[in-house]
């Protein structure tokens, strides 16, 4: 049966994956075109980038998520697989 650490550190790292894709969606919307007028007259209009403020809120706590589950996620796989270890090496017994 598999324990309960690993089925949390799995769910925490598909959590992780999520949020980053979440995060390259949202940072693919953050910036769009904007016309800005001539400063003088007989010239042609520029364009600018602009940022989404609420998108790039969103994409950089998406990634901090992200960030935070998947190291919380890779520990607990590693303390769950560490415990699951015998202490001594095979072959060495613990009375000597």
């Known amino acids: 049966m598999v324990s309960t650490p690993v089925v949390r550190g799995c769910v925490e790292l598909t959590l992780a994956g999520a949020a980053a894709l979440g995060c390259a969606v949202s940072w693919a919307h ?13 010239e042609p209009a520029t364009t600018s ?10 994409a950089l706590l998406l990634a901090t998520a992200a960030g935070v589950l998947a190291v919380t996620g890779t520990a607990r796989l590693r303390r769950a697989r560490r415990q699951s270890e015998p202490i001594y090496p095979a072959g060495v017994s613990s009375t000597g």
């Open 30 to 42: 953050v910036r769009y075109l904007v016309l800005v007028a001539p400063v003088i007259d007989g």
């Open 49 to 58: 980038v602009t940022y989404h403020p609420r998108m790039l809120l969103l």
